[in-house]
């Protein structure tokens, strides 16, 4: 059964660091890959970052350099560094696990979210 669950989100002020964690059953497995999304209030869930299952990683050039995204197969769990954190990085902050067969995505599941605020 897959499962996914955020925690590490908190309130912070600018300038700051937090580390996501995302703990997970079920995916981590070959062909998988993980990624954080992030949905600040009335807008849309984007892109944070990416890891697959090779550990090539992927940043939304808007974090590139402050957050850092890796996993830890024993544990079985994704983390998501961040640090020199801004107003604008304020946001529910989601685990995604996705699920490839070859070069096709085949399915998809989220996390309930961590809520990430930074105060100025």
């Known amino acids: 059964q897959v499962q996914l669950a955020e925690s590490g989100g908190g309130l912070v002020q600018a300038g700051g660091s937090l580390t996501l964690t995302c703990a997970t059953s079920g995916v981590f497995q070959y062909g998988n890959a993980m990624a954080w999304y992030r949905q600040a209030p009335g807008k849309s869930r984007e892109l944070v970052a990416t890891?697959?299952?090779?550990?090539?990683?992927k940043c939304d050039s808007s974090v590139k350099g402050r957050f850092t995204i890796s996993r830890d197969n024993a544990k079985e769990s994704v983390l998501l560094q961040m640090s020199s954190l801004t107003p604008e990085d304020t946001a529910v902050y989601y685990c995604?696990?996705?699920?490839?067969?070859?070069?096709?995505?085949?399915?998809?599941?989220w996390g309930q979210g961590t809520q990430v605020t930074v105060s100025s």
């Open positions: 890891i697959n299952n090779r550990g090539v990683k």
């Open positions: 995604i696990a996705e699920m490839f067969s070859g070069l096709n995505l085949q399915s998809e599941y």
